[in-house]
């Protein structure tokens, strides 16, 4: 079986979040079902490779489509410090283009063209109008998956001309949304399948609450939308071999884990104890990852409980915002407002927990990494979080702690169900045990996707047209 991924980033080669690490790590766990790869993605000035193909596994390669003007000049993938780039339509329509004529050059026939995100989402439109009646294409199918619906692509009615599509489907039953254009909204009315990054959060979007106004579109998709939660890749997070961290350990020698604890502390310039509890965060600082609930309770927290350690960067208002808590309690609070990998490894294996109070969250990888390091998640029940975190008050064999409301009040009590169980060492050594056993490995996930794509190929094509003649 021969599949194409479309990516707007790769990890190593370029990221802004997990969908990067998704467009490298589920291609190397599909290799290994058998499975014929290539991804497709553009190439930013921030690459981090010249070779064009690249590898990324042990065969997949990696093709980038190249614009001197839209990506090599540009350091920032979708915009910078003021905002989105203006000429994203221009930039992202060009990419779907030269990524399905790159297949036809290369000679690379897929089955399935699995695209991600809006920034792909042209690819399953192109296929059903611009290129419905070319041959090369004639018997692939197409995987649209969402990995968050808050980013829709959505540009000005008066730019539609800059899709290459027919006038005809700026409407309700093509990517006309409110008055503009959805770029989302098309991906999901045209591709084949549409999948998400967690069953969870596969039936949320299909509610006014998580839906982002689109809930009414994916409602009418349901049958063809499908709900496969993510995974990591547990070779590449592994506190065994991880070259980054203090000390290397397992569960089988947990008291190695207490060194890293020590090490952060040293060199975040916290005060040094084992018996302090320790919060990490690490996540994109934007409005989706409830840092108001964490705002709202770091004072009293760093004053009462414990230490804090944040590493992220993004909307201005949240630098600002932890800036301000920095000087308020520099003793027990350390700010970094940056993208640093090896540091970020350093607070899965050193903190105590792990916080994501998201206000919704697809899927996270960050709660599954924590586990993977013995680092006990407290997580908002949402989405991915819901379906990877069992709260250990509730169920034996839990391995996280979960609050449901949305507020700083919920959070609160659960960081102190939290620190009352890590006071109780036989209880907290066995809950640490619980959370590394947990098995967030791409292989379920890869499997599950490989009987997608089977079931795809040979079926019949998917018509968005829903009434209209497709072959006017």
């Known amino acids: 079986m021969k599949i194409a991924f479309f990516s707007s980033e790769v990890t190593p080669f370029t990221k802004t979040g997990g969908l990067a690490d998704v467009a490298e790590s589920l291609p190397s766990a599909l290799e290994k079902e058998g499975v014929e790869l290539v991804v497709v993605t553009p190439r930013y000035g921030a690459a981090k490779t010249k070779e064009n193909p690249a590898r ?60 991600h995100d809006w920034q792909t989402a042209l690819v399953p439109v192109y296929l059903k109008t611009a290129y419905r009646r070319d041959p090369f294409f004639e018997k692939s199918r197409t995987v649209f998956t969402i990995h968050n619906m808050a980013y829709q692509g959505i540009f000005p009615k008066e730019e539609f001309s800059k899709t290459g599509i027919g006038a005809e489907w700026f ?147 949240y630098h600002r915002l932890f800036e301000e808590f920095q000087k308020e309690c520099p003793k027990r609070c350390s700010i970094h407002l940056k993208f640093d990998a090896s540091l970020a490894r350093q607070i899965y294996a050193g903190a105590d927990f792990f916080v994501i109070p998201s206000v919704y969250e697809p899927c ?43 507020s700083s009040k919920a959070l609160y009590h659960a960081i102190e169900r939290g620190i009352k169980a890590f006071q109780e060492k036989e209880k907290w050594g066995k809950l640490v045990e619980r959370a590394m056993k947990c098995n967030f490995s791409w292989k379920a996930s890869a499997k599950e996707y490989v009987r997608l794509y089977e079931r795809l190929v040979g079926a019949n094509n998917y018509s968005p047209l829903q009434g209209m003649d497709r072959k006017k």
């Open 56 to 115: 990324i596994g042990k065969r997949t390669r990696v093709y980038f489509v190249e614009h001197p003007g839209y990506f090599s000049s540009r350091q920032g993938l979708y915009g910078d410090r003021q905002g989105d780039y203006p000429d994203n339509l221009d930039r992202f329509s060009y990419f779907c283009r030269q990524g399905l004529d790159h297949l036809k050059k290369i000679g690379f026939q897929a089955d399935v063209l699995h695209c």
């Open 171 to 317: 409407s309700v039953n093509g990517l006309e949304f409110f008055g503009k254009i959805n770029l989302l909204k098309g991906g999901i009315q045209f591709a084949d399948t549409v999948t998400t990054v967690s069953p969870t959060y596969a039936k949320e979007i299909q509610t006014k609450e998580y839906g982002c106004g689109l809930d009414g579109v994916l409602r009418t998709r349901e049958k063809h939308l499908v709900g496969i939660l993510n995974g990591i890749d547990a070779d590449q997070w592994n506190p065994q071999t991880d070259s980054e961290i203090a000390c290397n350990y397992s569960v089988v020698d947990l008291e190695k884990k207490v060194k890293n604890k020590l090490a952060l502390q040293k060199s975040a310039g916290l005060p040094i104890g084992e018996k302090i509890p320790l919060v990490g965060f690490v996540a994109r600082l934007a409005q989706q990852k409830g840092l108001e609930l964490m705002a709202g309770i770091l004072p009293r927290f760093c004053a009462e409980k414990g230490e804090f350690i944040l590493l992220g960067t993004g909307e201005d208002r």
């Open 364 to 406: 996270g990888l960050g709660q599954m990494i924590a586990m993977r390091y013995g680092t006990i998640p407290i997580v908002r029940k949402t989405g991915g979080l819901a379906d990877t975190v069992r709260d250990c008050d509730q169920t034996p064999d839990g391995n996280g702690f979960v609050f449901e409301e949305h």
